[in-house]
């Protein structure tokens, strides 16, 4: 089975710097999807990035960029320029077969932006 | 265009009685799916709707129900209810696949 692995259960970061998050998944698969998922106080969970595994390039979306290691199934999220507005829980989740299975995520970490 | 909303937003049940949870899905959908998220978990996949019909199911006992509604709003039933059922449950709306979901922002149901 599918499994997705977030090492830090909490971090924090000071208003305008930058930091990591990371995230490793297990999949015996070579075509499948990884996203992160940002869920605010208010619950809802928002896309923040995708990354299709066979594309080389890492995904970028504004101040989020990922670190996207094939080989070694790791899929990390760096935020630039952190904002206030980051402090949020964010998950890793992942899909096989070109989207067509459920997401399977980890158990989140909790990013806290301080001013 | 609305968004997905899921209603209601708190609910507080007791041990044995049953719920009924609903979404509606974002205009244009036809794929609604419903994860259960518990206290300190990322959310865990329970089932998917594709035009009325179910489409794939996760490690939940047949308590957990579903339906979807020709205008694919959908209902999650879950009968007789256990202590371990509180959680948040989501419901996320597609078109056809679970690469794109777009996600309402939960039902926090408390099983006393």
């Known amino acids: 089975a599918q499994t997705v692995t977030q090492s830090q259960p909490e971090m924090s970061v000071q208003e305008a710097e930058t930091v990591t998050l990371s995230c490793t998944y297990d999949?015996?698969?070579?075509?499948?999807?990884l996203f992160w998922y940002k869920q605010p106080p208010s619950r809802q969970m928002i896309l923040v990035i995708r990354?299709?595994?066979?594309?080389?390039q890492n995904a970028t979306e504004n101040r989020f960029s990922v670190n996207f290691q094939k080989a070694a199934k790791s899929f990390s999220l760096k935020i630039s320029d952190s904002q206030l507005g980051d402090t949020a829980m964010y998950f890793c989740?992942?899909?096989?077969?070109?989207?067509?299975?459920?997401?399977?995520f980890g158990k989140g970490t909790r990013l806290s932006v301080i001013a | 265009e609305t968004g997905v909303t899921q209603s209601p937003t708190h609910l507080i049940k007791t041990r044995g009685q049953q719920v009924t949870l609903r979404c509606s899905s974002q205009?244009?959908?036809?794929?609604v799916s419903w994860y259960q998220q518990a206290l300190g978990q990322g959310p865990q996949f329970i089932f998917q709707?594709?035009?009325?019909?179910?489409?794939g199911r996760g490690n939940f006992p047949p308590r957990f129900s579903g339906l979807q509604f020709p205008n694919y709003s959908s209902e999650l039933n879950v009968n007789a209810l256990e202590l371990d059922d509180s959680a948040l449950y989501l419901c996320?709306?597609?078109?056809?696949?679970?690469?794109?979901?777009?996600f309402g922002s939960g039902t926090q149901l408390s099983v006393l």
């Open positions: 996320a709306s597609s078109l056809g696949s679970y690469e794109k979901l777009f």
């Open positions: 999949t015996s698969e070579s075509n499948y999807y």
């Open positions: 990354q299709e595994a066979y594309k080389q």
């Open positions: 989740a992942f899909t096989q077969n070109s989207g067509n299975t459920p997401l399977v």
């Open positions: 205009s244009g959908h036809n794929t």
């Open positions: 709707y594709y035009r009325e019909e179910e489409n």
